[in-house]
């Protein structure tokens, strides 16, 4: 949950709150939990929830932060400092890119692509059609691709 919540808040402090909050929620509304979803799922949405209300309170921060860290894969050379340093750059140019899309794709990506959530699972957490996860999943990786490839990185 406090990953989910980092990556939607992007704020580890407000993230913290959110989850804690989620926990008390969840405590004391336990007797209203019917079963017809998963418990993870129904934490998953309504953790989900309280990050999106915060951060639709607080509109000052719209940056993505993505980990610097990566690990080549097997066989592949790291390509020393140059290759670090092409590597940032495509990670920075992708943020970018990333940071353009509405919020209901961007929100949707970052559970599939980061979270590694199936589009059942995100249909559930989001409340919303397994159709809809994948057409917003298909308009957000296509926008991304046209703005990388204006940029000449793809």
């Excluded at 993870?40 to 993505?66: A, K, Q």
């Excluded at 340093?85 to 890119?97: C, G, H, M, P, T």
Aim: aromatic share 8%.
């Amino acid at each position: 949950m406090w990953r989910l919540a980092v990556r939607v808040l992007r704020d580890e402090e407000k993230a913290r709150d959110a989850v804690q909050e989620g926990f008390l929620k969840v405590y004391r509304s336990l007797d209203r939990f019917e079963g017809r979803s998963s418990f993870y799922t129904w934490l998953y949405r309504l953790v989900l929830n309280l990050c999106l209300d915060m951060r639709r309170r607080d509109r000052s921060d719209r940056e993505v932060e993505w980990s610097e860290e990566r690990l080549p894969a097997p066989g592949e050379a790291d390509g020393g400092p140059a290759g670090a340093l092409e590597r940032s750059e495509i990670r920075k140019r992708v943020a970018a890119a990333i940071e353009t899309l509405p919020d209901v794709q961007r929100e949707t990506l970052v559970l599939r692509e980061v979270e590694g959530l199936s589009y059942k699972e995100i249909a559930d957490a989001l409340g919303i059609s397994k159709g809809t996860v994948m057409s917003r999943l298909h308009y957000a990786r296509k926008k991304i691709q046209r703005i990388l490839e204006e940029e000449g990185v793809v």
